[in-house]
């Protein structure tokens, strides 16, 4: 019994992903060159020297990219594929599901980061 069941556990450990640990951040990670890159900010570990501005990074990248869209999509001509509800959920928390969407999509880690930001987006708060 207790054989069958270190198995089962050892095989469910070895099937997991390894997205789940965030590796220390870099310094080429700041070039936020692909979503991997800017994941491993979003993703830091509070014990990472780097965390803080990793954090603020991420923030500061995301938003910014939101806020550029909302400026290109105002007005009576604007055309939006990004609806926010309202109220808006809190731009934390919503950081924190994109960034748990980003690591269970793998398939777009070499892609451009605001793709990706924008795939989510579309994805999570549709225009109907």
Known sequence: MIRNLMITVTMLLLLMPAVTVADAVTEKDFEV????????LCAA???????????????GY????????????AGPKGIKFVCMPDPEPSRNEEIGRFVEWAQSHPEYFDESPVETEFRYLMQRFPCK
């Open 33 to 40: 060159e692909t979503t991997r890159d800017l994941i491993a």
């Open 45 to 59: 570990s509070p014990d990472d020297p780097h965390y803080n501005h990793a954090v603020n990074f991420c923030h």
């Open 62 to 73: 995301l938003i910014g990219a939101f806020h550029y869209y909302q400026a290109m999509t």
